[in-house]
Nanobody
Framework: VQLVESGGGSVQAGGSLSLSCVASGYSFTVYGMAWFRQAPGKDREFVASIKWNGRSINYAESVKGRFTVSRDNAKNTVYLQMNSLEPVDTAVYYC???????????????????WGQGTQVTVSS
């Protein structure tokens, strides 16, 4: 199993970034996926999750209305579109695979068994 994120970078407050996570080594359409983030000195934090079929989604309250998670099962890819970025969104962003069929409904990192290497997002004021 391999998860590879891309799309991070630096942006000013109010800007946008789009992250991608390409999965390989397993049947992508079977598993829910999630995005987490970790800022320096802080715990890893749930951002958003999406069911295997893309029809059900969860968001952390802090990103609702600003971030959008989606997936393209034909491309084995999950996306995170981030708009209206704020300095508090600065973190390393990780994609993760749900451990089982119901994991996407949960925000605890223990519910996810494989992780990407992370991509840095920096938002300046």
């Amino acid at each position: 199993v391999q998860l590879v994120e891309s799309g991070g970078g630096s942006v000013q407050a109010g800007g946008s970034l789009s992250l991608s996570c390409v999965a390989s080594g397993y049947s992508f359409t079977v598993y829910g996926m999630a995005w987490f983030r970790q800022a320096p000195g802080k715990d890893r934090e749930f951002v958003a999750s999406i069911k295997w079929n893309g029809r059900s989604i969860n968001y952390a309250e802090s990103v609702k209305g600003r971030f959008t998670v989606s997936r393209d099962n034909a491309k084995n890819t999950v996306y995170l579109q981030m708009n209206s970025l704020e300095p508090v969104d600065t973190a390393v962003y990780y994609c993760a695979r749900g451990r089982d069929g119901s994991s996407w409904q949960k925000s605890a990192y223990e519910e996810y068994d494989y992780w990407g290497q992370g991509t840095q997002v920096t938002v300046s004021s």
